[in-house]
Every structure is written in C-alpha cells, then in structure tokens.
C-alpha cells in the first residue's frame, strides 16, 4: 500500500480503515495495545528494535522532507532571479520606447501631410490625363 503521505504509513492506513468501520472498539484496542507496548518496552528487547525502526522511518521521511524544502528553496531562488531578469528587461524595453514614441508623435502630422499631397497629386494626374485624352481625339479629328 503506498502511504497518502510522508507522514503516514501503510500501519496508519490500516488503522484509519478501521476506524471508519468501528471508532469504539478501535478506540478501546488502542487503549489496549498501548498498555501492551508500556509492558513490551519494559520487559523486550524487540519493541525497542521496532521503535528504533520507526524512528528510523521517521529521520528517513524528515531528511526526504529537508532536502526536498532546500530543493524547493533554490527553485525558488532561481525563480526569483529569472523575474529580476525580465523586470530589468522589460524596464529597458520601456526606456527605448519612449523616444520612438515621441519620434511617432512627431512624425505622424507629417505623414498625414504627405498623404494628402499624394492624393491631391494623384488627382491632378487623372485630370490631366482626362485632358490630354480629349486633345488626342480633337487631333485625331482634325487629320481626317
């Protein structure tokens, strides 16, 4: 069975079933087996060899925990680093558009300026155009 977490295990699991099923005689069986244990830790070498292994267990899961915490600590530093860097970016970018910006500004009265030259040009040209069409046919008219 694979415990939910780092702090439980497949021991915790069974009794949480249990207790699920029947919380008064599970609450008296704890009250049991732990008045068994206090007379096994006095009395056995074996329930010391077996509280040393969930001590064990324990310092395996709190060192697990540590490095896991120092892992996550640099992630975040290397996280925090990388924002800095796009903060500082972004900064730069924002610097060097402000005078394009004003450039635009400045710029765009002439643009529209041009603008208007060009269709006025555009209008002549078709006058003209329109102009000397009708001397072509008044020549055109005059050799025949």
Same mark, same amino acid.
């Given at each position: 069975? !694979? ?7 497949? &021991? $915790? ?5 249990? =207790? ?11 009250? /049991?087996?732990?008045?068994? =244990? ?9 329930? @010391? ?8 267990? @324990?310092? =395996?899961?709190? @060192? ?11 992630? #975040?530093?290397?996280? /925090?680093? #990388? ?9 730069? &970018? %924002?610097?060097? @558009?402000?005078? +394009?910006? *004003?450039?635009?500004?400045?710029? *765009?009265? !002439? !643009? /529209?300026?041009?603008?208007?030259? %060009?269709?006025? +040009? #555009?209008? =002549? #040209? $078709? *006058? %003209?155009?329109?102009? %000397? ?10 050799? !025949?």
């Amino acid at each position: 069975m !694979i415990p939910e977490s780092l702090w439980s295990s497949a &021991a $915790d699991a069974g009794v949480e079933q249990q =207790e699920e099923h029947e919380p008064a005689k599970v609450a008296q069986s704890r009250v /049991e087996e732990a008045e068994q =244990e206090e007379t096994k830790v006095v009395g056995s070498p074996v329930a @010391l060899a077996v509280s040393t292994d969930d001590f064990s267990a @324990l310092e =395996e899961r709190v @060192l697990r925990a540590v490095e896991m915490l120092k892992h996550e600590r640099q992630a #975040r530093a290397a996280a /925090e680093v #990388r924002i800095a860097e796009a903060e500082e970016c972004a900064a730069k &970018a %924002v610097e060097q @558009l402000g005078p +394009l910006q *004003t450039q635009v500004n400045q710029q *765009t009265p !002439i !643009i /529209e300026q041009l603008e208007n030259e %060009v269709s006025s +040009l #555009r209008a =002549e #040209r $078709d *006058t %003209v155009r329109h102009r %000397v069409e009708r001397l072509l046919v008044q020549l055109d008219s005059l050799e !025949i």
